[in-house]
């Protein structure tokens, strides 16, 4: 007969050997929070909101948003990546991340190596929007204006390289006319002194930006993709309006820090692919101007693979350096 000294030891052993999905299948058993490396107001921040809210009806536990605005979304990044990979933890990557790659000589994360990826969220567009003040009711007639005033149009972006700079930039460059850019902390200040008049237009994150386009406080022009926003579908696109070769997308997706069980890695997934297939969520992300999609963390990490190089050549021709 086996003394209890054996018997605990075998109940040890047996315990190690246990796959990581058993102690996976607690989760969660308590609140989760999702990382927004911005601004409350922006795009992603509206996105994680939404999101969040249905997982935690999901889950039966408290999905929150932690904004962590800062350094083009750096610190966001940074703090996410150092977090423990127990699944409490996650992160909405945006392009910014896949930027600052190319854009930063050095990052104290790599989001290829400090991530595990979940899945795809939403993808989306980005919207020229002005202050109606501004006597320009096109692309054409804002670049008509621009050149007309060269040097004297400013243009707000959520900060150095963010998305909303470059997008300015390749505007800039394609249209061949002159803005001064002035760089914010976050899409939300952005907007506010758009609004307020302090800056004259912006390439603003679409799901940021609605609210504002449909009270009138901001005049929309056109939209970066290569098709036309179902939730504004009467806006044309800046290549319609003129602009050659101008397409600029804008994307969400879910990553967890890179040792995270693949168990919990999974479950995630699967509840974001729940999510964001309920007719419901996709009508009220659609309404904000995003489109729900759903992909494999293996799909995720390939993308965002492509998102870098594309974004690194973007910096390297437009001559963009943060640091």
Do not use: C
């Not at 002194?193 to 799901?207: R, Y």
């Not at 659609?286 to 999609?293: H, K, L």
């Not at 992909?295 to 021709?317: N, Q, Y």
């Amino acid at each position: 007969m086996k003394s209890a000294g054996a018997r605990f030891a075998a109940v040890l052993v047996v315990g190690a050997l246990l796959p990581s999905g058993a102690s996976a299948q607690a989760w969660p058993s308590k609140p989760v929070r999702v990382i927004a490396a911005s601004s409350p107001g922006s795009g992603v921040d509206i996105v994680a909101r939404v999101v969040s809210q249905r997982l935690s009806e999901q889950l039966g536990q408290q999905v929150v948003v932690d904004n962590r605005a800062g350094a083009g979304g750096n610190l966001g990044a940074e703090i996410a990546a150092k977090a423990a990979p127990d699944g409490y933890t996650l992160f909405m990557a945006t392009p910014a991340h896949a930027i600052n790659t190319g854009l930063y000589r050095k990052l104290n994360y790599d989001l290829v190596r400090d991530f595990a990826p979940v899945s795809l969220i939403t993808t989306g567009q980005y919207v020229i929007v002005i202050h109606p003040s501004l006597p320009a009711k096109s692309v054409r007639e804002l670049i008509a204006l621009g050149r007309q005033q060269a040097g004297q149009l400013n243009y707000a972006s959520a900060g150095n390289g963010n998305a909303t700079h470059l997008a300015g930039e390749l505007f800039k460059s394609l249209a061949r006319v002159q803005m001064v850019h002035v760089p914010y902390k976050g899409s939300g200040p952005a907007l506010t002194d758009l609004i307020g008049g302090q800056v004259e237009l912006m390439f603003s994150n679409l799901t940021a930006a609605i609210p504002h386009i449909k009270s009138g406080r901001l005049r929309a022009l056109a939209v970066t993709g290569r098709e036309r926003a179902p939730s504004i579908p009467d806006l044309p696109t800046v290549i319609e309006a003129g602009v050659s070769g101008y397409v600029v997308t804008s994307w969400f997706g879910v990553m967890a820090p890179a040792a995270t069980p693949r168990e919990i890695v999974v479950r995630v997934n699967a509840e974001l692919g729940r999510a964001m297939r309920a007719p419901d969520m996709r009508d009220r992300l659609a309404a904000e101007g995003a489109e729900p999609t759903f992909s494999t963390p293996e799909a995720l990490g390939t993308f965002i693979g492509t998102e870098i190089a594309t974004w690194t050549k973007v910096v390297r021709d437009a001559g963009v350096r943060a640091d």
